[in-house]
């Protein structure tokens, strides 16, 4: 069976400082891969998606930026992190050419002071 | 926006009673879903209706469509305190859209007292 891991679960992070959250897929190949944000009690944003390895599109101008360095392995990160970035990170991964359900990890909470 | 609104925002009910959420969107679609999340937890998929369906069941769950109105509702019937959470309904934006690109609304928040 498939499952999707995030890490960390929780993060608190200063402004200004580097960012990596990390997420891996098992049990399945070539999955399309996603990164939400969800600030609180509002909905879910798309920040990137990926279609195979080294193949990132981004939907929302900011300053982060996602890399797939291998098929299951979908990295976010960010240079130096801004208040505006504490949120719910989100990733999820949906097999590729079939519905469009999504499957979604357990998130990583991440706090900018 | 693609997005979908889901109404109401917030919903209280007592064990035992029926919870319906309804949601809007506004583009064509070829699927609609329902997902649910637990405070602080990822999003779990519970329900997917095709554009050319209107109506689906799953367990107590009931999903309704209504695509000249780019409206569902999700039914959930005899209600626990177990069904508290945050539920939300996503479109995949129908022909044209990036494959797999899903639009979220923001979600009601059901809320069962024991």
């Known amino acids: 069976s498939q499952t999707i891991h995030q890490w960390p679960a929780t993060l608190v992070q200063p402004v200004g400082s580097p960012l990596s959250l990390e997420c891996t897929v098992e049990?399945?190949?070539?999955?399309?891969l996603y990164w939400y944000r969800q600030a609180a009690g509002r909905g879910l944003q798309l920040l990137f998606y990926?279609?195979?390895?080294?193949?990132i599109s981004s939907e929302v101008p900011q300053n982060l930026s996602a890399s797939r360095p291998q098929d299951r392995q979908f990295i976010l990160s960010s240079k130096k992190l801004l208040l505006s970035d504490s949120g719910f990170y989100l990733c999820?991964?949906?097999?590729?050419?079939?519905?469009?359900?999504?499957?979604f990890g357990p998130g990583t909470r991440l706090t900018v002071l | 926006s693609q997005q979908g609104e889901e109404d109401p925002q917030a919903l209280s009910i007592q064990e035992g009673e029926n919870a319906t959420m309804n949601c809007s969107y506004k583009t064509s679609i070829n699927n609609l879903q329902w997902y649910r999340q637990n405070s602080g937890r990822g999003l779990v998929h519970l329900i997917l209706i095709r554009s050319n369906e209107r109506e689906k069941h799953s367990g107590r769950l009931r999903v309704t469509l209504d695509t000249s109105k780019k409206s569902s509702s999700l039914l959930i019937t005899a209600s626990r305190a177990a069904d508290t959470a945050s539920y939300f309904c996503a479109t995949d934006g129908g022909r044209g859209s990036t494959l797999g690109r899903l639009y979220f609304g923001r979600g009601t928040q059901l809320t069962v007292w024991p």
């Open positions: 999820a991964w949906r097999i590729t050419g079939a519905t469009d359900t999504q499957y």
């Open positions: 990926s279609v195979g390895i080294g193949q």
């Open positions: 049990g399945t190949s070539n999955p399309n």
